[in-house]
């Protein structure tokens, strides 16, 4: 018997000067003040995910955990909603949850503009820019200056670091940058550092077009190249950004394994940006690994150079991303801001008929947003309660479904615009189709329908989809598959259908409630 609820419910549908510094000394002044103009209700804005009070945002940048501190910088460009010369803009949580936008940290200068990168805790004070008592907060990140490549140069990208005292309210650039030259790659951009405890030394993931470089340094401020990878394996579809170096427990064994991601753009499996990881060893020279194909963090379109952060407090491996593609991200039908980052995440590593795979799963204190004293909506086989006079802002709906049978989760307005979610285990694919779902004609790829193969696990799956104003995530078994989604109906969604087979265990319908973590 076909089993099918059709749910009506009320979506509110929610509106979401560049500086050049000379010196090399920098802190923050009155003019780095953030703006306040937004108040967060404008048409899209996201309500339980981060996006900059106004103006161009993109990659996440230095995330670090620091004295209770979890501290988010990106890329910013505080003059417009496109993209310009690049600055850190500034967050901070307690929770991964809730965040309060500092002043910019980083501006641009003279070596360049500031480009993508990381930060760490220097605690034994390697650098000596403080004490072993105060320990300074390094941050690594590309200078590119733009007058080298409009001359047509290759040297135009190189790494500098950057230092704070006082947990990244203000900041010195190092005398001596940059730190790594550059002898003719055009793109040799994105460090992203660790303390190898094993091996007592600071290493550099650093990406070279195609490829990624390996470095090592005992201070943060010389820096020797130890080895390559990548010329030979993964994806080349595109340049290759943004890497990340980690590792994880193996779930059979506990042992170790290193994890390696790779941003890459274009040439993602749905077009345009897209991240994918590789499985292997590092043996504190060079990373090593026996996978033979690529794979991939997400089949969605809108995950793209995420990173993880360091100094996490609880030795979890908390990731996030950017919430958009090079593909359209200039283009998207915002006004006041552009761009928003992905959920937080934890990564962890799954046993598969495949082998290892990499999940993404929401990060658990996301939960703290949502209302679980009793769902919204409960839907179990058949019947479902509807509460009246109930207006939504956004949601999570939850659903599990027997693993062998096709389910279509769709959602829809009166203008006859709508996204679906199919999972079909006999053609061994989940689909994600924002063909029609509202606003597309900003790019000519943004509205298709997104593939990401699938071979059941078990004799169930589980599925949470989180909808936000203008964002779809799907998250199916934990993370282990993902899509990524931006959507602009140009009414909220409020038609709801959801489709299965009664007798194959279609059950636990749930949509509960998203708290926002911005109006209160």
Sequence with gaps: MRYKVLLLIAVVCLSVGCKT??????TNSPKSEIATKSNYDEPYRSQYHFTPPEKW???PNGLVYHQGIYHLFYQYYPEDIVWGPMHWGHATSTDMVHWEHKPIALYPDELGLIFSGSAVIDKENTTGFGTKENPPLVAIFTYHLMKGEQEGRKDFQTQGIAYSLDNGDTWTKYEGNPVIGNEGIK???DPKVFWDKNHKKWVMALVAGDHAKFYSSSNLKEWSLMSEFGKDKGAHGG????PDLFSLPNPTTGEPEWVLLISMNPGAPN???GTQYFIGDWDGTAFTTEQTEPLWLDYGTDNYAGVTYNNEPNNERLFIGWMSNWNYARDTPT???????????TLSLKQTKEGL???NSPYHKVNTLVNNQEPIYSVDMGSFIQKDGIQYKQHLIEFTATSSNTVTLMLGNEQREFVSFDINPAE?????DRTNSGVIDFEESFGAPHFMPYTPEGKEVHVRVFIDASSIEVFVNDGLYVFTEQVFPTVPYHLLTLTGKEDDGLSDFKIKAVQSIWNK
């Excluded at 510094?21 to 920098?26: D, H, K, L, V, Y």
């Excluded at 061994?428 to 994600?432: A, E, K, L, Q, T």
Aim: glycine share 8%.
């Design 21 to 26: 510094e000379s010196n090399r000394q920098e």
């Design 57 to 59: 945002m993109n990659d």
């Design 187 to 189: 793109d040799f951009r």
């Design 239 to 242: 340049v290759w950004e943004c």
């Design 271 to 273: 077009g345009g940006s």
């Design 335 to 345: 006004k006041v801001w552009r761009s928003a980052m992905t959920l937080p995440r």
């Design 357 to 359: 795979r990499l999940a």
């Design 428 to 432: 061994g694919n989940m689909i994600f």
